[in-house]
């Protein structure tokens, strides 16, 4: 199993950014629950979006709700996080993040999942 994220990269505070997170070695998302976490320097790690088939409720951690939107195309085997309105405080590794399980979304975000990517740096300047 292997997740790579891309998208990351620097940013004015304000803008927008959309990270993708695709899977292969014949994995599906359709078959896991899913989430993005992030990492600031010098900080533990934070869920910031999770959803899973259990109730098909796509949670977001407090600090991003409104502002930062988690999709999947299916198709082509990829999810998303749309970041808008990004902050100097969201300034942080992005890690996509699958889990065979099945709780809830709210769960993963608090608890964090099975299966890693690298990660992606997004830095966003005041």
């Known amino acids: 199993v292997q997740l790579v994220e891309s998208g990351g990269g620097l940013v004015q505070a304000g803008g927008s950014l959309r990270l993708s997170c695709e899977a292969s070695?014949?994995?599906?998302?359709?078959?896991?629950?899913i989430g993005w976490f992030r990492q600031a320097p010098g900080k533990g790690r934070e869920g910031v979006s999770c959803?899973?088939?259990?109730?098909?409720?796509?949670y977001y951690g407090d600090s991003v709700k409104g502002r930062f939107t988690m999709s999947e195309d299916n198709a082509k085997n990829v999810v998303y996080l749309q970041m808008n309105s990004l902050k100097p405080e969201d300034t942080a590794v992005y890690y996509c993040a699958a889990d065979p399980s099945y709780y809830s979304g709210n769960y993963y975000l608090r608890r964090g999942m099975y299966y890693w990517g690298k990660g992606t740096l997004v830095t966003v300047s005041s």
């Open positions: 959803v899973s088939s259990s109730d098909g409720i796509t």
């Open positions: 070695g014949g994995f599906s998302f359709d078959d896991h629950a």
